[in-house]
T-cell receptor
Framework: GNSVTQMEGPVTLSEEAFLTINCTYTATGYPSLFWYVQYPGEGLQLLLKATKADDKGSNKGFEATYRKETTSFHLEKGSVQVSDSAVYFCALSSGGSNYKLTFGKGTLLTVNP | DAGVIQSPRHEVTEMGQEVTLRCKPISGHDYLFWYRQTMMRGLELLIYFNNNVPIDDSGMPEDRFSAKMPNASFSTLKIQPSEPRDSAVYFC??????????????FGEGSRLTVL
């Protein structure tokens, strides 16, 4: 079956530090890959996505590249801000018309001023 | 535009009581999902609907859980009887079909359930 493994947190960084959150997946076929973010007290919201190999998703300074050869979709940001403090979820969909998302367990990021 | 609306935001109840969680999806979305979030298990898909029809309920923990979608603008998740291990945040999300079949999920703010 499908599964997503992401690095366990919590991750604590100082403002302007470089961020990497690792994510690897197991899936049949050619899944689409997503990063969702959950700010305190809120629901999840889509941060970025990639639908095929070598695609790069980007938004708000965050980037992730779909690497089929390593089955990875690592999230990166060059300079984090306090406002980036949140829980980040890696997820995949089964592809095609199947909207069933499989999520990783989430990584809590805390950015200190 | 209004997002996905869930109610109640918080519910505290005693073991054995019936709990009903409600969700109003975004207008025009034809997929609706119920997720449960706990520290131990993360986010789990309980059930999802397409055009008001349940498509996959394999994530529903047991017969105490039931979900309905009587029309395109309303869904309920019911737990009867509730147990302390049901304590979690329950999220509703909606989506729509895209040409590539990989639509973004739009989540509500969640219903935090505590069963004493």
């Amino acid at each position: 079956g499908n599964s997503v493994t992401q690095m366990e947190g919590p991750v604590t960084l100082s403002e302007e530090a470089f961020l990497t959150i690792n994510c690897t997946y197991t899936a049949t076929g050619y899944p689409s890959l997503f990063w969702y973010v959950q700010y305190p007290g809120e629901g999840l919201q889509l941060l970025l996505k990639a639908t095929k190999a070598d695609d790069k998703g980007s938004n708000k300074g965050f980037e992730a590249t779909y690497r089929k050869e390593t089955t990875s979709f690592h999230l990166e940001k060059g300079s984090v801000q306090v406002s980036d403090s949140a829980v980040y979820f890696c997820a995949l969909s089964s592809g095609g018309s199947n909207y069933k998302l499989t999520f990783g367990k989430g990584t809590l990021l805390t950015v200190n001023p | 535009d209004a997002g996905v609306i869930q109610s109640p935001r918080h519910e505290v109840t005693e073991m054995g009581q019936e709990v009903t969680l409600r969700c109003k999806p975004i207008s025009g979305h034809d997929y609706l999902f119920w997720y449960r979030q706990t520290m131990m298990r993360g986010l789990e898909l309980l059930i999802y609907f397409n055009n008001n029809v349940p498509i996959d309920d394999s994530g529903m923990p047991e017969d105490r859980f039931s979900a309905k979608m009587p029309n395109a603008s309303f869904s309920t998740l019911k737990i009867q009887p509730s147990e302390p291990r049901d304590s979690a945040v329950y999220f509703c999300a909606s989506s729509f079909r895209t040409r590539r079949g990989t639509g973004e999920l739009f989540f509500g703010e969640g219903s935090r359930l505590t069963v004493l």
